[in-house]
């Protein structure tokens, strides 16, 4: 039993780590041919990148996939800590798994992901979860052939979370859930350590992938007929810091770029690290989406330095300007946080007029949520839950309006769209314009899904827009 130390995780070192290929014994695969499994995937695009894997390698031991938990031989939730909400997902579902070992006490039910990364989740698990047969991490995910050999064969509890980022590993086996759109991993961990979040301690150290392993990716997404991909990292923005001395994010950008696919996207992007060469890559090439992800978090830099922003309300405005000029017609997102410790009305307020300032095309608001072991655990919070909510309110009814202004300028224009899916029931189409807006349309002339299309916009609404393919 191997469980994670919170202590630890939060220690860096300049270990060099070695990048090392994933293989399968041939004695493993297909061993497991008969049997299913059930995976489910909470939060962030990471996590549904490691599913695709971890899916991947299930099937290389035989298992085939089973979308009826009640049905599955093998059932596994691949978890995420970001938020309480999310942890109450998984203890949700692991409450429905356990009626189901009462009747089926053969099948094997595992955890793994950011959850299993924390002391307190482990020790949960150890003492109330006694039918959970398999925990481990995020950073032994390549280990899972021999971790669902060894919960298959024996009684005992498997519990194997390391602390420590291991070797990084390619070659990893994967089964995309889209044939035309792809994430691409190019980093992994975050080292800024915001006071208020857990990924540096689930995630480990910033490590780049290769740029030679990751464009590979990009030609192989290309020949298979890939359409869009997106560019993946907790922080993608510090690529190559570690690895290379004059190769960088803007560097990786514009040689994606030339590899021809047609359209990349990038997340998540922190301020921070935000340079000016990413910013005239993306201003350049064609291909690269005018959209950009950019978390503020705050409007006040008092709460932007308690939550270890390295930036200030003034040179994230800055940066913010500079992007609108240089990348025609962009759209900006971002994320933001309300009711952290020490948050006055007077403080969200310059959240409120930071938003009626950068008028966002799109904006993931959450409400603080305490995460045990961050330095924001310890800040005193004097800011009622209802106020909270009631900030979270306003905040949203701010956002909303200029989601709603932003699209009403769009009616009458033609946009170019990836058709994702369509209804044949509503015979309506659906897919993201470039700018990343949810566009639903219909189609006089034959189209299929993956196709590139010119949509004239016919409405706006909050949240998506309506439109009909040009003849
Ligand atoms: N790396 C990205 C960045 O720096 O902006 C963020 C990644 S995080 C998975 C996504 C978002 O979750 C954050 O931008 C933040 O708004 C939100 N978040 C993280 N920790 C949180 C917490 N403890 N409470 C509420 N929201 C949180
Ligand atoms: Fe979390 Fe993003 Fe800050 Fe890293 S940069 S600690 S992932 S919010």
């Given amino acids: 039993m191997l469980l994670p130390d919170r202590k630890e995780e939060a220690t860096r070192d300049k270990r060099k780590y070695k990048t090392v290929k994933y293989s399968i014994d041939s004695k493993s695969k297909n061993k497991y041919k008969g049997k299913t499994f059930y995976l489910k995937t909470y939060g962030c695009q990471m996590n549904?990148?490691?599913?695709?894997?971890?899916?991947?390698?299930?099937?290389?031991?035989?298992f085939k996939e089973e979308k009826d938990y009640r049905k599955a031989d093998f059932l596994l939730l691949n978890t995420c800590s970001i938020r309480e909400n999310a942890h109450n997902k998984a203890f949700g579902m692991l409450g429905r798994f356990k009626h189901l070992k009462q009747t089926r006490p053969e099948i094997v039910i595992g955890l793994c992901g950011c959850m299993a990364q924390e002391t307190s989740v482990c020790e949960e698990l150890l003492k109330n979860y006694k039918f959970v047969n398999l925990v481990f991490g995020t950073h032994n995910l390549d280990k899972?052939?021999?971790?669902?050999?060894?919960?298959?064969?024996?009684?005992?509890?498997?519990?194997e979370v390391y602390s420590r980022e291991q070797?990084?590993?390619?070659?990893?086996?994967v089964i995309r859930s889209n044939k035309y759109k792809a994430y691409v991993n190019i980093i992994y961990g975050c080292d800024k350590f915001c006071t208020y979040c857990i990924v540096p301690y689930t995630?480990?150290?910033?490590?780049?992938?290769k740029k030679e392993d990751i464009l590979k990716e990009v030609d192989t997404l290309v020949k298979d007929g890939y359409k869009e991909i997106t560019v993946l990292g907790q922080n993608v923005n510090a690529y190559g810091k570690d690895l290379y001395d004059d190769y960088f994010m803007g560097e990786l950008l514009e040689d994606i770029a030339k590899t021809g696919i047609p359209r990349i996207r990038f997340m998540t992007s922190h301020p921070w690290d935000f340079t000016d060469k990413m910013i005239e890559v993306i201003g350049k090439y064609d291909n690269i989406m005018p959209s950009v992800h950019l978390p503020v978090q705050s409007g006040s830099?008092?709460?932007?330095?308690?939550?270890?922003?390295?930036?200030?309300?003034?040179?994230?405005?800055?940066?913010?300007?500079?992007?609108?000029?240089?990348v025609k017609n962009v759209t900006i997102s971002t994320d933001i946080i309300v009711g952290f410790p020490g948050e006055t009305e007077e403080d969200f307020e310059e959240t409120l007029s930071l938003c009626e300032y950068c008028k966002y095309d799109n904006a993931f608001t959450f409400i603080f949520s305490v995460r045990r072991g961050t330095p924001a655990e310890k800040l005193k919070d004097n800011t009622t839950l209802k106020e909270k909510e009631g900030r979270l309110y306003r905040l949203n009814e701010v956002v909303n309006k200029y989601f709603l202004e932003n699209n009403k300028k769009l009616e009458g224009k033609v946009v170019k769209v990836l058709v994702e899916g369509n209804s044949t029931k509503s015979n309506m189409y659906y897919g993201y314009s470039e700018t990343n807006k949810l566009i639903n349309f219909t189609s006089k002339k034959d189209i299929t899904v993956g196709d590139i299309v010119d949509v004239k916009i016919t409405s706006a609404k909050t949240w998506s827009l309506d439109g009909e393919v040009v003849e």
């Fill in 144 to 159: 899972l052939p021999i971790l669902v050999d060894k919960a298959f064969s024996s009684d005992e509890r498997q519990i």
């Fill in 203 to 209: 995630r480990g150290r910033e490590r780049s992938r």
């Fill in 48 to 62: 549904e990148r490691d599913s695709e894997t971890l899916a991947a390698m299930l099937k290389q031991l035989g």
């Fill in 301 to 326: 830099s008092k709460i932007l330095k308690l939550m270890g922003r390295r930036y200030t309300r003034e040179s994230y405005l800055e940066l913010f300007d500079k992007i609108k000029k240089i």
């Fill in 167 to 173: 070797d990084l590993v390619e070659d990893l086996p």
